[in-house]
């Protein structure tokens, strides 16, 4: 069963603008941390940024933030002022148990 | 601070041939996990280990076996390989508390 479900394959944004990538999961545990993860071409795992579930407070580093709804068990990712080195596939993750799980991917394309 | 090492960093298999890949952490972390990346795909978990002696099943794990001697070591084998083993692996490490997963710089493996 997939527990950590992106439904956008690819999306697109303009350089200098903002762009929001979803992703769902599932889990039965209260506390636990989620990520997004970034892959450019040369297939090096990157990490984004990092959400600890029981703060309520949504992570921000620099120009990306997430927007955490634990009820609703969904965890976006948005990259505002976006610059062409951001192009890449970008995966959520997280731990259900001792399990860690990635989503499918969604490959961003930033057009100058 | 070496991290996560993967090796080889690329190898090619004739069919039925075995062969492992190897994967070392120096950062004393006791979840380690080995993952494949098929082309324009996520990653899917292979096997983990929750400390040495301890490994289990992910959601791919037909094909392979690993071992977990030690807390530094998780050698994944490959048996009788198969064209549908060609893939990208991945080995990673977690911080206690799952805070953040440290990958090694892949494996690119063709079976032909």
């Known amino acids: 069963a997939q527990t950590v479900t992106q439904s956008q394959p690819e999306m697109s944004v303009q350089e200098a603008e903002t762009v929001t990538l979803s992703c769902t999961y599932d889990t039965s545990e209260s506390d636990y941390y989620l990520f997004w993860y970034k892959q450019p071409p040369s297939r090096q795992m990157i990490l984004v940024i990092r959400q600890e579930a029981y703060k309520q407070q949504n992570a921000t580093e620099n120009r990306f933030s997430v927007n955490f709804q634990k009820a609703a068990k969904s965890f976006s990712l948005k990259i505002s002022d976006s610059q062409l080195g951001d192009a890449a596939m970008y995966f959520c993750?997280?731990?259900?148990?001792?399990?860690?799980?990635f989503g499918s991917g969604t490959k961003l394309n930033v057009k100058p | 601070n070496a991290g996560v090492t993967q090796t080889p960093k690329f190898r090619i298999l004739k069919i039925g041939q075995s062969m492992t890949l190897q994967c070392t952490q120096d950062m004393n972390h006791n979840y380690m996990y080995w993952y494949r990346q098929d082309p324009g795909m996520g990653l899917k978990l292979i096997y983990y280990s929750v400390g040495a002696g301890i490994t289990d099943k992910g959601e791919v794990p037909n094909g392979y076996n690993v071992s977990r001697s030690t807390t530094e070591d998780f050698p994944l084998r490959l048996e009788l390989a198969a064209p549908s083993q060609t893939s990208v692996y991945f080995c990673?490490?977690?911080?206690?508390?799952?805070?953040?997963?440290?990958f090694g710089q892949g494996t690119r493996l063709t079976v032909v």
């Open positions: 993750a997280g731990p259900l148990f001792n399990k860690f799980y």
């Open positions: 990673a490490s977690i911080r206690p508390g799952n805070t953040e997963a440290f």
